[in-house]
């Protein structure tokens, strides 16, 4: 046993867990061994620790556990777990406590800062029930209430106003403890005047009660001055009195005045084991340990009297002190000595080595006395390991005690209620739980704020907003309001599945009750509103937060400026684009483009541009970036007369336009069609001084994009002769537009061109030129014409080797590796490549055209939309149906949908 009792606390714990008893808490091992069978499934699935995984989330077990769960229970369905736990639930119903509370609980009234007690109402409500007041009754109705300080103490003023019954001096220390322990100490001083002013009525030794009260209530100087008073006046405490006053002088931490109390009990002959545990205790407090364990083994030695409450302190003072091999050799000392119960030492030293983490040694410990002694933990025991399993997520632990629980006959508490809710919850069986939950009226279960947070957390992670939401409104109407988490949990899931009249009353309660949610609580609804096109709404609760000095999120204002832009309501869009930059966030250019875009789509689209543009001056530091904005903006909207106001500007507030300033202005000409305007533009910036490249290449694409090729190419060329290197992408889109009006002859010496100042032929490039050359003989013909074909490099021959090779169309028996091997050299293959030889080759030989897939894929291609329609073309073309729709449900899953022309080949 000493070996046992050591290696729970020193050697690393494991996991130790005898069989399942036979009797279950169904009644039939089947149905028992299925349940643990599922419990244990899902247990280790419920310890994984994924990066940003929220505890208040479960997991949900898959749905073929379910399934074989549902099979194996008795009659199929979770109806028999519900069941069972809620006949376990009710075994421990006390039905006339109950009704006693119940009708007490009927009738609280608050006044003032005092908890008034409403006699006449609770007279008529007890008066019914036919109690036969004894002390026992009332003790028991005091210790099952315990928690219902109001309820208790106006049974105790009711009990104390019946003329069968005056209180004892053990029903005024439990109304003491009562309101101790609820940390009510102005309620319970008040209780004590009104007493000491009522003094004629009561039976019971009026000094012992106040002494005792005050002791209690942690004023050992009052209590102390009492006790003078009485013994001035040559009366004295009783030993149950001077018991609670030695208890209490210890727990009030006044050593000295202990010793002198415990030799006036010594002297006065009221010395007991009461004492002698009271005197451990209190050299625990002083951590004078090995005093405690000498003055405890003197007892033994000395044959005095000892009584359990002296083990288990210093057993919880070696705990507490981290001596847990001492405590451990405690036990087994004693326990082998048999001169005392040790049922309250086996109880604190496993709540001990529960509070210390040591589970593994806990579950040894308490299978080993329960094989060696029959040794049961009480329900608080139990309820204290079963609650910190389930914060370690060990569901199989916890389903295994309350196995032992129900064979036991141990009557669950109100604690164990609610870790069996919260354990349903952690396990994926949350439809289990809220069974339980709902008949909680039939064994008066009232669920604690974990377990209103565990249903709540656990049904909106798994989709039922509904029924989260209604466990919610149940909790607030017991008095009971979620936690920062659990608010947060349920006020995504209400904007996530768009409950946002639901939303409105979560907020609306919670400013009730003075809870302020997180910032990012009110940016997930605002956000929620402006997606359901709730926009007034969701700007009259941003306007709250501005004015209750909350500063919504960028992405907040991102979402109603969004929204109001597709409302077409620009002057509130430009208004918050103000204001969100008065609290400090920087909006995008694109978020600017957006806005200027619909403020010119509005009436006097001017007056609008301009007000904003004075707005943004007028509250900001003008700088080159918000000038360029506006520039932008303007041009998107169509507007380049309002860019060229706002350039002009530039230069009268002393702002020197950038670069990025004239390429922006460039473009908003160009984009609009205002060629004439852009070339204008373009050599009044060239008028004394060499302009960039940038602005060559900006000139060049636009123009080409303004559908102009010949001006295009004519600045491209004085670029060159500025010996300024154009960029890839002038070459691309020059070289696309010339090929559309089939200039090839200037398209091969442009090529020739870009190559001479080291641009290579782009993947761009080269799949313009395979198009066209596929299209006609032309661009081949202008290539053999060209001086490049006679006097070119090694790549001119070979690209010009290619172009004829697709001018040719392709020859379907011509080695496909070799052409892609042939391309390479000329260009980088990207997809669009593949598609125009799948195209080619899935015409005339399908099985050509599934190789090369395969090869393109093996080769890291990713195919898109085309690839799969080109294919499922040419199946069908070839008559080859199944294998047409089979390459369709492959586009489908790759995430593709065909469109209506291919849809007709099947």
């Given at each position: 046993?000493?070996?046992?009792?050591?290696?729970?606390?020193?050697?690393?714990?494991?996991?130790?867990?005898?069989?399942?008893?036979?009797?279950?808490?169904?009644?039939?091992?089947?149905?028992?061994?299925?349940?643990?069978?599922?419990?244990?499934?899902?247990?280790?699935?419920?310890?994984?620790?994924?990066?940003?995984?929220?505890?208040?989330?479960?997991?949900q077990?898959?749905?073929?556990?379910?399934?074989?769960?549902?099979?194996?229970?008795?009659?199929?369905?979770q109806?028999?777990?519900?069941?069972?736990?809620?006949?376990?639930?009710?075994?421990?119903?006390?039905?006339?406590?109950?009704?006693?509370?119940?009708?007490?609980?009927?009738?609280?009234?608050?006044?003032?800062?005092?908890?008034?007690?409403?006699?006449?109402?609770?007279?008529?409500?007890?008066?019914?029930?036919?109690?036969?007041?004894?002390?026992?009754?009332?003790?028991?109705?005091?210790?099952?209430?315990?928690?219902?300080?109001?309820?208790?103490?106006?049974?105790?003023?009711?009990?104390?106003?019946?003329?069968?019954?005056?209180?004892?001096?053990?029903?005024?220390?439990?109304?003491?403890k009562?309101?101790?322990?609820?940390?009510?100490?102005?309620?319970?001083?008040?209780?004590?005047?009104?007493?000491?002013?009522r003094?004629?009525?009561?039976?019971?030794?009026?000094?012992?009660?106040?002494?005792?009260?005050?002791?209690?209530?942690?004023?050992?100087?009052?209590?102390?001055?009492?006790?003078?008073?009485?013994?001035?006046?040559?009366?004295?405490?009783?030993?149950?009195?001077?018991?609670?006053?030695?208890?209490?002088?210890?727990?009030?931490?006044?050593?000295d005045?202990?010793?002198?109390?415990?030799?006036?009990?010594?002297?006065?002959?009221?010395?007991?084991?009461?004492?002698?545990?009271?005197?451990?205790?209190?050299?625990c407090?002083?951590?004078?340990?090995?005093?405690?364990?000498?003055?405890?083994?003197?007892?033994?030695g000395?044959?005095?009297?000892?009584?359990?409450?002296?083990?288990?302190?210093?057993?919880?003072?070696?705990?507490?002190?981290?001596?847990?091999?001492?405590?451990?050799?405690?036990?087994?000392?004693?326990?082998?000595?048999?001169?005392?119960?040790?049922?309250?030492?086996?109880?604190?030293?496993?709540?001990?080595?529960?509070?210390?983490?040591?589970?593994?040694?806990?579950?040894?410990?308490?299978?080993?006395?329960?094989?060696?002694?029959?040794?049961?933990?009480?329900?608080?025991r139990?309820?204290?390991?079963?609650?910190?399993?389930?914060?370690?997520?060990?569901?199989?632990?916890?389903?295994?005690?309350?196995?032992e629980?129900?064979?036991?006959?141990?009557?669950?508490?109100?604690?164990?209620m609610?870790?069996?809710?919260?354990?349903?919850?952690?396990?994926?069986?949350?439809?289990?739980?809220?069974?339980?939950?709902?008949?909680?009226?039939?064994?008066?279960?009232?669920?604690?704020?974990?377990?209103?947070?565990?249903?709540?957390?656990?049904?909106?992670?798994?989709?039922?907003?509904?029924?989260?939401?209604?466990?919610?409104?149940?909790?607030?109407?017991?008095?009971?309001?979620?936690?920062?988490?659990?608010?947060?949990i349920?006020?995504?899931?209400?904007?996530?599945?768009g409950?946002?009249?639901?939303?409105?009353?979560?907020?609306?309660?919670?400013?009730?009750?003075?809870?302020?949610?997180?910032?990012?609580?009110?940016?997930?609804?605002?956000?929620?509103?402006?997606?359901?096109?709730?926009?007034?709404?969701?700007?009259?609760?941003?306007?709250?937060?501005?004015?209750?000095?909350?500063?919504s999120?960028?992405?907040?204002?991102?979402?109603?400026?969004?929204?109001?832009?597709?409302?077409?309501?620009?002057?509130?869009?430009a208004?918050?684009?103000?204001?969100?930059?008065?609290?400090?966030?920087?909006?995008?250019?694109?978020?600017?483009?957006?806005?200027?875009?619909?403020?010119?789509?509005?009436?006097?689209?001017?007056?609008?541009?301009?007000?904003?543009?004075?707005?943004?001056?007028?509250?900001?530091?003008?700088?080159?970036?918000?000038?360029?904005?506006?520039?932008?903006?303007?041009?998107?909207?169509?507007?380049?007369?309002?860019a060229?106001?706002?350039?002009?500007?530039?230069?009268?507030?002393?702002?020197?336009?950038?670069?990025?300033?004239?390429?922006?202005?460039?473009?908003?000409?160009?984009?609009?069609?205002?060629?004439?305007?852009?070339?204008?533009?373009?050599?009044?910036?060239?008028?004394?001084?060499?302009?960039?490249?940038?602005?060559?290449?900006?000139?060049?694409?636009?123009?080409?994009?303004?559908?102009?090729?010949?001006?295009?190419?004519?600045?491209?060329?004085?670029?060159?002769?500025?010996?300024?290197?154009?960029?890839?992408?002038?070459?691309?889109?020059?070289?696309?537009?010339?090929?559309?009006?089939?200039?090839?002859?200037?398209?091969?010496?442009l090529?020739?061109?870009?190559?001479?100042?080291?641009?290579?032929?782009?993947?761009?490039?080269?799949?313009?030129?395979?198009?066209?050359?596929?299209?006609?003989?032309?661009?081949?013909?202008?290539?053999?014409?060209?001086?490049?074909?006679?006097n070119?490099?090694?790549?001119?021959?070979?690209?010009?080797?290619?172009?004829?090779?697709?001018?040719?169309?392709?020859?379907?028996?011509?080695?496909?590796?070799?052409?892609?091997?042939?391309?390479?050299?000329?260009?980088?293959?990207?997809?669009?490549?593949?598609?125009?030889?799948?195209?080619?080759?899935?015409?005339?030989?399908?099985?050509l055209?599934?190789?090369?897939?395969?090869?393109?894929?093996?080769?890291?291609?990713?195919?898109?939309?085309?690839?799969?329609?080109?294919?499922?073309?040419?199946?069908?073309?070839?008559?080859?149906?199944?294998?047409?729709?089979?390459?369709?449900?492959?586009?489908?899953?790759?995430?593709?949908?065909?469109?209506?022309?291919?849809?007709?080949?099947?």
């Open positions: 046993m000493m070996l046992t009792l050591r290696c729970a606390c020193v050697r690393k714990p494991r996991a130790f867990l005898p069989p399942l008893p036979i009797i279950s808490i169904y009644g039939d091992t089947t149905a028992a061994a299925a349940f643990f069978f599922y419990i244990s499934t899902t247990a280790h699935s419920s310890n994984r620790s994924n990066i940003g995984y929220n505890p208040f989330y479960h997991f077990p898959p749905s073929a556990a379910a399934a074989a769960i549902g099979s194996e229970l008795q009659g199929g369905s109806e028999d777990v519900v069941h069972s736990f809620r006949e376990w639930f009710k075994s421990g119903n006390k039905p006339l406590l109950d009704r006693i509370f119940q009708s007490l609980a009927s009738h609280n009234e608050e006044f003032g800062d005092h908890l008034e007690l409403s006699r006449q109402a609770v007279d008529a409500a007890l008066s019914q029930l036919g109690l036969r007041l004894t002390e026992d009754l009332v003790l028991e109705v005091l210790n099952y209430g315990k928690h219902h300080v109001l309820s208790c103490l106006k049974f105790f003023d009711w009990a104390g106003r019946q003329p069968v019954f005056y209180h004892s001096r053990s029903t005024f220390n439990a109304i003491f009562i309101l101790y322990r609820a940390k009510l100490k102005p309620l319970m001083l008040d209780f004590l005047e009104t007493y000491m002013k003094r004629h009525d009561h039976r019971v030794r009026f000094y012992n009660t106040l002494v005792m009260g005050y002791a209690i209530a942690g004023k050992p100087e009052v209590a102390l001055q009492l006790f003078g008073r009485m013994r001035f006046q040559g009366i004295d405490l009783d030993g149950y009195a001077y018991h609670v006053l030695l208890n209490a002088m210890v727990e009030e931490n006044c050593f005045v202990v010793e002198m109390l415990a030799k006036q009990i010594a002297v006065r002959g009221l010395e007991s084991d009461i004492t002698h545990s009271i005197l451990v205790k209190s050299f407090k002083q951590k004078q340990l090995d005093k405690a364990e000498l003055f405890l083994r003197e007892l033994v000395s044959n005095r009297v000892l009584n359990q409450y002296a083990v288990g302190f210093l057993v919880d003072g070696f705990c507490k002190n981290n001596q847990f091999e001492k405590a451990a050799r405690l036990v087994e000392e004693f326990r082998e000595l048999g001169v005392v119960p040790m049922e309250r030492a086996y109880s604190v030293w496993i709540t001990d080595l529960v509070l210390a983490g040591k589970l593994d040694g806990v579950l040894e410990f308490v299978q080993s006395m329960k094989s060696l002694e029959g040794y049961v933990p009480d329900v608080f139990y309820n204290t390991l079963i609650c910190k399993l389930l914060r370690e997520n060990r569901l199989k632990d916890v389903c295994n005690l309350l196995m629980m129900k064979e036991k006959n141990i009557y669950p508490d109100q604690v164990t609610n870790a069996v809710l919260c354990f349903f919850c952690k396990a994926g069986m949350v439809e289990v739980a809220l069974q339980l939950y709902n008949t909680r009226a039939e064994f008066s279960l009232s669920p604690s704020s974990m377990a209103y947070n565990y249903i709540i957390n656990t049904l909106s992670g798994d989709g039922s907003i509904d029924e989260a939401y209604g466990v919610l409104k149940n909790s607030l109407d017991q008095g009971y309001f979620p936690g920062k988490k659990t608010f947060f349920l006020a995504d899931a209400l904007c996530r599945e409950k946002l009249d639901k939303m409105k009353e979560l907020i609306l309660v919670a400013l009730e009750r003075n809870f302020m949610p997180i910032d990012s609580i009110y940016d997930k609804f605002i956000t929620a509103l402006c997606k359901a096109r709730k926009l007034e709404d969701g700007y009259l609760l941003h306007g709250q937060l501005n004015r209750s000095g909350k500063v999120s960028k992405g907040t204002y991102f979402n109603l400026i969004s929204g109001f832009n597709k409302s077409n309501r620009g002057d509130i869009a208004r918050l684009l103000i204001e969100m930059q008065e609290k400090g966030h920087s909006p995008t250019r694109k978020l600017f483009r957006a806005v200027i875009c619909c403020l010119c789509d509005m009436e006097n689209p001017e007056k609008q541009f301009l007000k904003l543009l004075e707005m943004q001056l007028s509250c900001h530091e003008p700088n080159c970036q918000i000038y360029n904005f506006f520039i932008d903006g303007a041009g998107h909207a169509g507007k380049p007369e309002l060229r106001e706002v350039f002009e500007t530039m230069w009268r507030n002393g702002i020197l336009p950038n670069l990025s300033s004239e390429i922006l202005m460039l473009q908003s000409y160009l984009k609009n069609g205002r060629v004439s305007e852009a070339l204008n533009f373009f050599n009044d910036l060239s008028q004394g001084t060499k302009l960039r490249r940038k602005l060559y290449n900006t000139m060049i694409v636009g123009l080409c994009k303004a559908n102009k090729p010949d001006i295009a190419l004519g600045i491209l060329m004085k670029m060159r002769e500025n010996k300024l290197k154009p960029s890839l992408e002038c070459y691309e889109v020059l070289i696309q537009l010339l090929c559309s009006y089939k200039k090839y002859d200037v398209v091969v010496g090529i020739e061109e870009m190559m001479e100042v080291g641009r290579h032929v782009s993947s761009f490039i080269g799949n313009v030129l395979l198009v066209h050359s596929l299209k006609t003989n032309q661009l081949y013909g202008a290539w053999v014409h060209s001086k490049g074909s006679h070119g490099t090694s790549f001119n021959l070979l690209l010009g080797e290619l172009i004829g090779t697709f001018s040719h169309h392709i020859r379907v028996n011509q080695d496909v590796e070799d052409l892609e091997k042939v391309i390479e050299q000329c260009f980088p293959l990207d997809i669009y490549t593949y598609n125009m030889l799948l195209r080619r080759l899935s015409t005339n030989n399908i099985d055209a599934c190789e090369l897939f395969n090869r393109l894929c093996q080769k890291g291609y990713e195919p898109n939309q085309w690839t799969y329609e080109i294919l499922v073309h040419g199946f069908s073309k070839h008559g080859m149906t199944t294998e047409a729709k089979r390459w369709v449900e492959e586009m489908f899953k790759k995430g593709f949908h065909p469109t209506e022309n291919t849809k007709l080949f099947i």
